[in-house]
């Protein structure tokens, strides 16, 4: 498939909405774990992502110390901060450093953005979500006035609960974060997708294009990733490969794939075929 007609196709389709804020990409790209910051951003640059992912704890960290870092390089009038409070314990904990986010968009310019992701992981081992956690703090932070998005088990009860408290978005794991294990529970991720109203964006596990693909062939809004890329042996050109994965399992998911028979269907009519 040529990009001409990749981009002609994607001037047709519609962008990814949340919370009224309209994104061209449907791929966001986490910050960490690159090599370098210039490793990073020239990834960042290849995926065309309009959304990146911050650990504000990190980052906050950094500049404490002083140190510059990527937040410094990349430019927040074509991309949109997504502040997250990964590493985030207890609800207290995921509210505070929300709060801090959003200071951290301010500063960058962008003061309109109240978007969060919201993370509260009790599982240091496996890096699970707390759901009852999770549930609460999103209901304070969507009564204060933040875009929440919150990652998630596949769990289709939890995900209808956190859209029915006003979460402008759904992120559920393919599987645990930084794994690669790709996307481990489709029955509850298809559920999920099915029954929601607000978009969902499929995070963590991802380990390949073709998964990233197979996530928006199900029908997701979106696809976030980091590991997969900053960990991959070329990052820059992984995350190319991620931006034409999520694109063409976008394509695809629109098209409509044939449905799955039980026997062959030849290809080929059987009327008007030469007789011997």
């Known amino acids: 498939m040529s990009l001409n007609l990749i981009s002609s196709y994607l001037h047709l389709t519609k962008p990814l909405i949340i919370d009224k804020k309209s994104f061209s990409s449907r791929l966001m790209l986490g910050t960490g774990k690159y090599r370098s910051t210039k490793s990073a951003s020239i990834s960042i640059r290849n995926s065309s992502a309009s959304i990146v992912t911050v650990a504000i704890r990190r980052a906050y960290n950094n500049k404490?110390?002083?140190?510059?870092?990527?937040?410094?390089?990349?430019?927040?009038?074509?991309?949109?901060?997504?502040?997250?409070?990964?590493?985030?314990?207890?609800?207290?904990?995921?509210?505070?450093i929300a709060i801090l986010g959003r200071e951290m968009t301010r500063r960058l310019g962008q003061v309109d953005n109240n978007f969060v992701k919201l993370e509260v992981i009790a599982d240091s081992e496996y890096l699970f979500p707390d759901p009852y956690g999770t549930l609460k703090a999103a209901e304070y932070l969507v009564s204060n006035n933040f875009t929440v998005l919150p990652y998630i088990n596949p769990d289709p009860?939890?995900?209808?609960?956190?859209?029915?408290?006003?979460?402008?978005?759904?992120?559920?794991?393919?599987s645990p974060i930084g794994s690669g294990q790709g996307l481990q529970n489709l029955l509850n991720l298809q559920i999920i997708i099915n029954d929601a109203k607000v978009p969902i964006i499929i995070d963590a596990g991802i380990g390949t294009a073709s998964e990233a693909s197979q996530?928006?062939?199900?029908g997701a809004s979106g696809v976030l990733l980091n590991t997969a890329v900053a960990k991959a042996t070329n990052p820059e050109y992984?995350?190319?490969?991620?931006?034409?994965?999520?694109?063409?399992?976008?394509?695809?998911y629109l098209s409509g794939r044939i449905s799955k028979e039980d026997r062959a269907i030849a290809s080929s009519p059987s009327e008007g075929i030469l007789i011997k």
């Open 215 to 218: 996530a928006m062939e199900m």
């Open 64 to 96: 404490l110390k002083g140190k510059s870092s990527l937040l410094d390089g990349l430019d927040w009038k074509k991309l949109w901060l997504l502040p997250n409070t990964a590493g985030c314990e207890t609800v207290e904990e995921a509210i505070r």
């Open 238 to 252: 992984m995350a190319e490969a991620m931006k034409l994965g999520v694109i063409s399992g976008r394509i695809a």
């Open 157 to 174: 009860v939890l995900a209808k609960q956190l859209e029915e408290v006003g979460c402008s978005a759904i992120m559920p794991l393919g």
